[in-house]
């Protein structure tokens, strides 16, 4: 009766005002609503990622978490013993020298795909990947496996795999500038030299590790940590009197990780066959840029 009698009088007297007044209010918090829906979009996106090439940002809530549980471990021994630094300080007149000498010696380094089938002893490769696996990594997690291949049916196999994938790379997926800055290094899918050297090492990364209970290890900055091992790599290799070749085969990483049986945490950062040049090798007569334009000194 009360809305029939004042109410809905009142509406109809005063419509023109009513209308207008509730619009206002629709649309206002229509703007609001708006509003927060965009804060929280940037709020969002300025949340660290997972980074799987670092580790960084990868639960950043959970992390926060479990930071205030006293039950966290660190994944190295938590009283671990630090020891005193050996380290032989050197004359500068050697320092000087040494650093020419090596720098000499990196500087003959080149890139090969003309391999010798010529042996080599087993010794000088393990001492090669003794020497990647002193390269420093995220929290000292060493999150590199070097996979050494010398059995012939087992490059065989690795050849058939990235040969398949190469062809259809070059002729489809790498694009014609891609593929016309490779013409004058005169590479293309053909890959005679995995069947040909001795060795062939696969380098897979460790996204992440397992702690002693079983529970996931964070493998920080592991694609990092693995290609300054890399580098330690191609410097043991030509300090030993070898040559190498580093390739990252597109798109042949699940197949050579399936061929090779390793775990779902490893992914392929690269390939590296190892052995002699042939007798009639050559390399592109390439110029490194000077000092100058890759150093830059504050003094």
Sequence with gaps: MVFTKIVLPFILENYLLIIPTLLTIFI????????????????????????????????????????????????LEEDLPHVP??????????????????????????????????????????????????????????????VVVSNQDVKREIRDIIENEEYINYTQRMGDRWTTDLKPIKTDWNKPYLT????????????????????????????????ISAGLFLAAVQQAGLVTLTSTPLNCGPALRSLLNRPENEKLLML????????????????????????????
Aim: aromatic content about 10%; hydrophobic content about 30%.
């Design 272 to 299: 590296l066959p190892v052995g002699y040049p042939t007798e009639d090798a050559t390399v592109p007569q390439l110029v490194r840029k000077p000092l100058n334009q890759f150093a830059v000194f504050y003094e």
């Design 28 to 75: 206002f918090k229509l703007r609001n609503k708006q509003n927060h829906s965009r804060k929280e979009e940037k709020k969002s996106a300025e949340k660290p990622k997972i980074d799987h090439a670092t580790g960084v940002g990868e639960n950043a809530d959970s992390d926060k978490e479990e930071s205030d549980d006293d039950s966290i471990k660190p994944a």
């Design 196 to 227: 040909e050297a001795p060795y062939l090492v696969l380098l897979f990364k460790q996204t992440y590790g397992h702690m002693p209970d079983g529970s996931k290890k964070v493998h920080y900055y592991n694609e990092i940590s693995c290609c």
């Design 85 to 146: 630094f050996q380290f032989e300080q050197l004359d500068e007149a050697t320092m000087l020298e040494k650093s020419k000498l090596f720098y000499q010696e990196m500087n003959k380094r080149r890139t090969l795909r003309f391999y010798s089938t010529k042996p080599v002893s087993k010794e000088i490769i393990d001492n090669i990947i003794r020497t990647a696996g002193t390269a420093p990594s995220g929290a000292h997690t060493e999150p590199w496996t070097y």
